[in-house]
Structures are given as structure tokens and as C-alpha cells.
């Protein structure tokens, strides 16, 4: 009769409804190239977050607002096209294991790293580097709660298709993954290795990521996005200065078309000595900064 009794007082008082916490209003780096008809707008992005930050407000909104085209670095297909588009070049088929080809201190991390999700040692033994390399930074993300469907990319992609803008992309995907598949194995190599040594401190590295990213502190994050990277100066060539003047090139020839663009591709891109702005300036063209509100 007591639990009864209760039941039915709690059930006659509105109890407050337990609401989400608040988004933490945050400011990413932005910058405008123009001419006198033609308006790009370079934002730099996260490629999965968890969700928690406001960013998509004030001057983003506004630029994405007056863009009639949105264009991002790849386009990425459905998670089933994935895997039938990534596997067949992930496979190894030289008839080697990747642990025989890693030094001994790199396979004994690559192993730790997979003991951790109940996997053994010889996991990826019949995959290429780059692939044992790009899975396991997936599986740390998807672990810190990162996501990319509430990654940037992913938010504008489903605001884009709302709202009707063109979507289009720098790359794709399949270029993307024939970058990666074609790379020499030394750099692959390179790339798991240097990825497995910074697993350790993944978390207090990806906050410190998050928090320059949303000040706007684009050279620091870029520091810190492209260490490891860096460590191989082929590699970073290869994944980070090649691109970003590829980039450079492509938005100087749109501004051959009339129109306003918001541009968005990772972060990393956007800061240091051979970002996508440094390489505009070879070319006689002013990226500028685009200070918030």
C-alpha cells in the first residue's frame, strides 16, 4: 500500500525533465578569398567529434548561409560502399604478415593496442600498413566517444542536402584511398608506427586538439594534428604540402566562377608554413581571416 501511495504522489508532481547539457559555444578558424565576383570561404574542420561543441552558429552559419555550393574534401560513401570499396586494396597480397615487417617495438605496440579490444597480435596480419594504421585510429575514436556523423563534415553534408546547396569535393574517396594504397610501404610503415607511438596519450592529445580547434588557435592544432606526420618529412609531403597546393590550385580556378563557395576541409590543412593559405599567397591570392563576432 506504501509503494502504491508513492506511486501516485509522484505521478501528481511535475518533476523537471533532465535536459541535455548545454553545447559549449565555440569559435573555429574561417577565412575569405575574393574577387569581385566570386566569394570562397576556407573553414577549417574536425573530421569526428562528439557532439558537445556549438559551432555551427555566428560567422560560420552566416558564411554557410550565403554559399550557394559547399564543398568538402571527399564526399564519403555509406558504410557498406566502404568496405567494398576499401577492401580489396587493404589486402595484403605480397604473402607476407604486416608483424613480419615491423620492427620489433612497433609490432610489440601494435599488439598491446589489440589486446585492448580482446583482438590477437595477428589481427591485421593480412592487411597493408596503411589500412592496420587508419583502423586503429577508427577503433580510438569511435572509444573517445568521436564520431563522424557529428564530425563537421558530416553535420554539413545533412545541412546541404536540407537545404539544397550543391555539395562537391576536392577529392573523393576512392583518390583518397589509392593515395594511401599506392604510398611506398616505408612511409605506411612510418605512418602505423608513428600513429601507435601516440596512442598512449590519444585522449589528453585529442582534448588538447578539440580546445585549440575551438579557439581558432589553427597553428597550434596543426602542430599538433601533424606531428607524428612531420617525423617523416616524404609522408608529410606526400599526405599534407602536395594537397594543400592542390587545394590552392583548385580554389583559383574557381575563382574563375561567379558565386559563394564555403569550402571546409580538415584543420591541419590551414595552419603552418605549407598550409593551404601559404600556398594562395604563391600564387598572388589573399586568404584573410574572418574574426568572430
Known sequence: MKKLILAAALAAVALPAFAEAPKQNVSPAM???KDKDTTVYLFGTVHALDGKQDWFNDEVKTAYDKSQEVVLEALMPE????????MPLAIDKSGKTLSSKLKPETAKLMAAE??????????FDRFEPWFA???LTSILMQKLGMKPE???EGILKEAAKKDGKSLGEVESFDWQMNLFDTMPEDMQIAMLAGGLKSMGEAESTMGKMISTWSKG???SLAKLMNE???????LGKLLLA??????????EKRLDKPGTVFMAVGAGHLGGSESVQAMLAKRGIKAERVRSN
Request: hydrophobic letters at 55%; zero cysteines; charged letters at 20%.
Open 217 to 219: 588557435d589553427i597553428d
Open 114 to 123: 589489440l589486446a585492448k579490444i580482446g583482438a590477437p597480435a595477428a589481427a
Open 150 to 152: 557529428t564530425g563537421v
Open 79 to 86: 558504410a557498406a560502399q566502404i568496405q567494398a570499396k576499401v
Open 242 to 251: 602536395d594537397r594543400n597546393a592542390r587545394w590552392a590550385e583548385w580554389i
Open 228 to 234: 607524428a606526420m612531420l617525423e617523416t618529412p616524404e
Open 133 to 135: 594504421s587508419m583502423a
Open 31 to 33: 577565412w575569405v578569398v
